[in-house]
């Protein structure tokens, strides 16, 4: 399994929104609607932010939002705040119950 | 509170061996897979495998399949992460992670451990 592709980066200033593309194929992101997303922190364990493509846990802000459309799901910041600052990664099923990751994107905000 | 708590920071020799573990509590252990992931210092997370404690039933990724094994012990809800011969290049962070998944239904992480870093040199 090829890790899925995400931008090594974006950025947008506090209050404004940035979407992250995660890539896959048709045996994985566009196969099944098993997408998650992860925040992760510098020196921190990651964090789950979304799940089945759009569901949210809870304790999660509503500003976080996914979405998925073929091979391509993403992942919205809405009204980004300081510390929303982080390392994202989608992940995704890939059939045979094994899971792949995305290759992470640094979120800066400006 | 559902929690996965890690041991901790190991340092050893190319060639030594290693089990890191993964302790579950506020959860029925039995009844949800865990799964590892690795951290290569500065890199992303790569999927390495999983096990569904209750009757020991493993996946591994195919980059992982035949360099680690992962194993639990029941009775004191804990699973394993072992090497039986370690390279330099096993030196990384490794999370294990609660996996929620019912085919055809859901397959996501959503209670992680703190991760165990593992430096191998010489």
């Known amino acids: 399994q090829s890790a899925l592709t995400q931008p090594p980066s974006a950025s947008g200033s506090p209050g404004q929104s940035v979407t992250i593309s995660c890539t896959g194929t048709?045996?994985?992101?566009?196969?099944?609607?098993?997408v998650s997303w992860y925040q992760q922190h510098p020196g921190k364990a990651p964090k789950l932010m979304i799940y089945e493509v759009s569901k949210r846990p809870s304790g999660v802000p509503d500003r976080f939002s996914g979405s998925k459309s073929g091979n391509t799901a993403s992942l919205t910041v809405s009204g980004l705040q300081a510390e929303d600052e982080a390392d994202y990664y989608c992940?995704?099923?890939?059939?045979?119950?094994?899971?792949?990751f995305g290759t992470g994107t640094k979120v800066t905000v400006l | 509170e559902v929690q996965l708590v890690q041991s901790g920071a190991e340092v050893k020799k190319p060639g030594e061996s290693l089990r890191i573990s993964c302790t579950a509590s506020g959860y029925s252990f039995n009844t949800y897979w865990i799964g590892w992931v690795r951290q290569m210092p500065g890199k992303g997370l790569e999927w390495m495998g999983i096990i569904y404690p209750d009757h020991s039933d493993t996946t591994y990724s195919p980059s992982f399949q035949g360099q680690v094994t992962i194993s639990v012990d029941k009775s004191i809800s804990t699973a394993y992460l072992q090497w039986s011969s370690l390279r330099a290049s096993d030196t990384a962070m490794y999370y294990c992670a609660r996996l929620r998944y019912a085919s055809g239904s859901t397959y996501y992480m959503d209670v992680w451990g703190k991760g165990t870093t593992v430096t191998v040199s010489s």
């Open positions: 048709n045996s994985d992101v566009g196969g099944y609607n098993y």
């Open positions: 992940s995704s099923y890939a059939g045979s119950m094994i899971g792949v």
